[in-house]
């Protein structure tokens, strides 16, 4: 959910600082700071099942078609919603809903009152500590391209997979 390659590789704290995610309520960020919260995991980017009568989510490895699975990047993030209407934009606002992204996800992190960990890239200072850590999709993921709609139940995988920082 990001377009902030170029925005990650850029330091957004001097030493002496208190990083902006730390001493900035998240309805108090600025846009560029809101999207460079994004570490790029892509795992909101798979498919999820939900169970009629329960309300359970199931996460499958199955990513949507714009998802380029080596990056974990969507491939049209600007245009995205004419590709993908269903694609979910994430606000402050919605805080209350993050609890159905993965519990590394940044902006779940931060609206549980946690801060973000090593990996991050507004941390490490590279994007590619997401996948050293096995936080991101990489590996994982399989695009929706090659996976009939009726074969989804076959790609569920288990929860400690799907929230490799599940608690
Ligand atoms: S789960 Fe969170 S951190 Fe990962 S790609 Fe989605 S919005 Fe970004
Ligand atoms: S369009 Fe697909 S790949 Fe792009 S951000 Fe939305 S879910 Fe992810």
Redesign the pocket.
């Known amino acids: 959910?990001?377009t902030i390659n170029q925005v990650r590789s850029r330091r957004f704290v001097s030493d002496q600082e208190t990083p902006f995610w730390e001493r900035k309520r998240l309805h108090e960020l600025t846009l560029e700071e809101w999207e460079s919260l994004c570490d790029g995991c892509?795992r909101?980017?798979l498919h999820k099942l939900e169970d009629m009568d329960t309300g359970e989510l199931a996460y499958t490895r199955v990513?949507?078609?714009?998802?380029?699975c080596e990056s974990c990047?969507?491939?049209?993030?600007p245009n995205?919603?004419k590709?993908?209407p269903d694609?979910?934009s994430l606000t402050p606002e919605g805080a209350a809903q993050f609890r159905w992204l993965p519990s590394t996800c940044a902006y779940r992190r931060l609206a549980e009152g946690k801060t973000l960990d090593w990996w991050h890239p507004l941390v490490s200072g590279s994007t590619e500590t997401v996948h050293q850590a096995g936080v991101s999709v990489r590996g994982l993921a399989v695009t929706e391209k090659l996976v009939r709609p009726t074969d989804l139940d076959a790609f569920i995988i288990d929860p400690e997979i799907a929230d490799p920082d599940i608690e």
């Open positions: 959910m990001t892509g909101c980017c990513a949507c078609r714009l998802l380029d990047q969507c491939t049209d993030y995205r919603n590709h993908v694609c979910i």
